[in-house]
């Protein structure tokens, strides 16, 4: 073999990456698309002759050979949480005003930047090259989807300019632009295949294809908004990151812009609500962030979401229809809700035919009857609900009255004194139960695959299941006699289900359902108690103890596992052999450096993660907080310090650089484990 051949072959590659990168990535277009293909063809012919030379990120291994065998889950390194949302300006400067507060500073620069309507992932490279995507999932853990990614073009499959670093993970959203998505419609439609409703739900679609090549036709592209742990490359800012990631050759929505203040926010804010629907893509908002990162850190997170960052969304789209019906809907909860059963219309790209009414007082208020011609609102893709009557035609229907028993079982409803919900309080109430056994296997809790609405209706009908825990005790011979169901899908049910004994201990909290307990607060509890038994122990003073978990989160706690529910709920869990996977709870510790003390970690420790950090103190007897307090015992100091430090200086706090804690560690008997 001559020297010649692999030095084309790389030679053609890097011309192809450039190329790659000027069309998909910067815009612009410097040869012709037969001039393009001629290169790609040329490549393709060399590594099928010499297949010892192909490298997995050459240009022509976007698409991966055969069918995949499905997506296995994985655990995100941080987790990807969602943004709390805000619709109307006035709300937007009530949150200013509380990060002014939090930081005790007069102006903070934010970073504004559309909020591109599609599906969020995260990418992560290591020594340059792209080795593994996911998608967003519940935020903690999401689908690994990395050779669908690969044949999205935007994303390089190598990283360039200049200093590339050795590992590095960058959160984006993957989209279709609008032209591009209809022209994938118009080619659907003439080959008789059903079309996509809206660009969001085909790029969904696309992305959980288990076909890459047929991935590979589908208009993806992306735009990266987050480096994961900035502070290790270096980066102090928001909008630096965006520039770091843009010289790296990751796509960066050319639109972002800083703002400094809530006025200069505003104005930006207004100026995109004007010209949004000249986008070529879609969006229904904007993401305001607080652009330091050091500002970032101190004031921290909710248990559902970051305190500095926010989504803007736009005003709400209405639309015209005819009220045909109400009808009632029993929650998991008990609570009944009114619906109204509508003429289908079209709001935001998706079809319309039911929508809240919210509760008789509402009904009431705006005079709802069947028959009216109403608008209904679908604003920053909330629920649909009818917002007012526009004009009654002919003689009206009588006035709208909740009815006295529930719709489901016929027991009594009673009216929440301290809300305008009305509740059946009958646990075994069908609707209920099958409510609550959807949640139960629902994707963000255990996530039993097979066990759908349909299911579990068929289930509930047979009188097989009750509760949640009856599907444990459900045999496969009892299961292939029923509609629809055969040997094949009877088995797979039941390894499902059998397979959800062991899933984590947080994921069987959610699906429970315990009132104020989601994702974030079921993974502190689970970090917290170690044991399902644990938790269901715990009384609120202990509860009460934890970072983020406040009264009326420990009363719900303490009240579900107090109650004849919740006790019987465990009991036949552990009975049924449910033995979700845990960590050792933490043990109580009397004595030592860290016993019966708060701690506050700022910056960032050498070899170890800021979360092994907090397992060791609270392994030793200490506490995590977010915040820095008088009740604080010392602040742990790492490399690059946040605001923190600076409060702790104030408030004459200990202060801990990286040797006293491990000094500490050593002492209580708690080192980190080797690397």
Known sequence: MTQSIPKRIQSLRRRIERHDHLYYVVGEQEISDREYDALMRELKALEDAHPELRDPDSPTQRVARGLLPGFKTVRHTVPMLSLDNTYSLEELEEFDGRVRKLLGVRDVEYVVEPKVDGVAVALRYERGRFERGMTRGDGYEGDEITANLRTIRSIPLRLGGGTVPGEVEVRGEVYMELRAFDRLNERRARAGDKTFMNPRNATTGSLKTLDTAEVATRPLQIYVFQVVRPERHGLRTHFEALAWMKRLGLRVNPDNAPARGFEETRRLCERWEAKREKLPYGTDGLVVKVNSFREQEALGFTAKSPRWGIAYKFGSHEAETTLRSIELQVGRTGVVTPVAILDPVTLLGTVVSRATLHNQDEIERKDIRVGDRVIVEKGGEVIPKVVRVVSAHGRRGPRFEMPSKCPACGTPLVRDPDEAAVRCENLYCPAQVRRRIVHFASRGALDIEGLGWKTVDLLVDEGLISDPADLYQLESKRLVPLEGM??????????????????????????????????????????????????????????????????????????????????????????????????????????????????????????????????????????????????????????????????????????????????????????????
């Open 486 to 675: 055969g040997e094949k899908s009877a088995s797979n049910l039941i390894q499902a289900i059998e397979k959800s004994k062991t899933a984590p201990l947080d994921r069987l909290l959610v699906a429970i359902g315990i009132r104020h307990v989601g994702s974030r607060v079921a993974e502190i509890l689970a970090e917290r108690f170690g044991t399902l038994e644990g938790l269901a122990a715990a009384d609120e003073p202990s509860l009460l103890e934890i970072p983020t978990i406040g009264p009326e989160i420990a009363s719900s706690v303490t009240s579900f596992f107090s109650s004849r529910v919740g006790k019987t709920l465990v009991r036949e869990l552990t009975e049924a052999g449910v033995r979700p996977r845990t960590r050792a709870p933490l043990r109580a510790v009397a004595s030592g450096p860290f016993a019966g003390k708060t701690f506050v970690l700022t910056g960032t420790l050498e070899g170890m993660t800021r979360e092994e950090a907090s397992r060791l103190i609270q392994g030793a007897g200490g506490r995590i907080s977010s915040s820095v307090s008088a009740k604080t015992g010392a602040v742990i100091a790492g490399s690059d310090p946040g605001s923190k430090l600076e409060k702790a200086r104030r408030l004459k706090i200990d202060i801990w650089d990286e040797a006293a804690f491990r000094a500490a560690l050593k002492r209580a008997g708690a080192a980190p484990a080797a690397r």
